[in-house]
């Protein structure tokens, strides 16, 4: 029922800024949760963002706040995450995902997901 591709990924020196996009497929995004999610190599996957595609309700990682900002275009069906003041940790594979009802940060709780785009910071 949904489909979702990622977009917009590279590598970036830190401090510099990036846009992600996830390109959503469906007919029911009034009713879904938006979520970004990423995994380096050795470690689990982490929440990011996320947003209620029809309020707009957003949150947010500790580690992103004030840096991150996620958001929707409902004429596009298009999710983003804007990144800046990039840092090295921020170095990862970054999906994007959806889940029917509220959003939530439980990765496990999402039931479509992107193919990932890979996000490099160097020092």
């Known amino acids: 029922q949904v489909q979702l591709v990622e977009s917009g990924g590279g590598l970036v020196q830190a401090g510099g800024s990036l846009r992600l996009s996830c390109a959503v497929s469906?007919?029911?995004?009034?009713?879904?949760?938006m979520g970004w999610f990423r995994r380096t190599p050795g470690k689990e996957r982490e929440f990011v963002a996320a947003?209620?595609?029809?309020?707009?309700?957003?949150s947010y990682a500790d580690s992103v706040k004030g840096r991150f900002t996620i958001s929707r275009d409902n004429g596009k069906n298009t999710v983003y995450l804007q990144m800046n003041s990039l840092k090295p940790e921020d170095t990862a594979v970054y999906y994007c995902?959806?889940?029917?009802?509220?959003?939530?940060?439980?990765?496990?709780?999402?039931?479509?997901w992107g193919q990932g785009t890979q996000v490099t910071v160097s020092s």
């Open positions: 995902a959806a889940k029917p009802g509220i959003a939530t940060m439980l990765s496990n709780e999402y039931n479509y």
């Open positions: 469906g007919r029911t995004f009034g009713l879904y949760a």
């Open positions: 947003i209620k595609w029809n309020t707009g309700s957003t």
